[in-house]
């Protein structure tokens, strides 16, 4: 009948072990290339142009973003990879979330000692967000999706599921 529709676009925090491979990279191209200027060109030029490409991969091509489409209540997560490589995480409809709350409720207690319960972090890790959590049961399993959606994006949700949503 209501055909509400919002996508909220985000993109994660690089991880420590990208950040770790970002640095080793460009320690690598500096070393090649004081190799380069002070011993050998013609033998270190080449460990120079693949540092400098492995530099330029790790910058440019490990970039991680996060999408949450909510259609007429259908929630989809997708994960882009270097802006250019999409991958369907989960669909969700709403009947079957129990609750979307905020991060630290303690409503979510038992459900983070519950061993059975999947956790799937969506979420740009990056701190002083306010990251929300959808509990979401089908076929007798546990789902805890953790994201960070905007005021819009809860507002949309709300129109037709506003008891589901703790803010």
């Not at 090649?32 to 460990?47: D, G, K, R």
């Not at 882009?80 to 079957?96: E, F, G, V």
Request: net charge positive; proline share 4%.
């Amino acid at each position: 009948m209501y055909d509400f529709q919002n996508t909220v676009l985000l993109s994660a925090r690089p991880t420590k072990g990208t950040r770790l491979l970002r640095n080793v990279a460009l320690i690598l191209v500096m070393l090649s290339l004081l190799a380069c200027i002070w011993l050998n060109p013609f033998l270190f030029s080449p460990i120079f142009i693949l540092a400098a490409a492995f530099w330029w991969w790790t910058v440019f091509r490990t970039g991680l973003e996060y999408e949450y489409t909510y259609f007429d209540g259908d929630l989809d997560f997708d994960k882009i990879r270097a802006k250019s490589k999409r991958k369907h995480i989960i669909s969700i409809h709403m009947d079957n979330v129990t609750s979307i709350v905020p991060e630290n409720d303690p409503s979510l207690y038992n459900i983070h000692q519950n061993n059975g319960t999947k956790i799937i972090d969506v979420s740009s890790r990056k701190p002083d967000r306010k990251v929300y959590e959808i509990v979401h049961q089908d076929a007798g399993v546990t789902t805890c999706i953790r994201f960070e959606p905007d005021e819009k994006f809860l507002d949309v949700i709300s129109v037709k599921y506003a008891r589901k949503i703790t803010r």
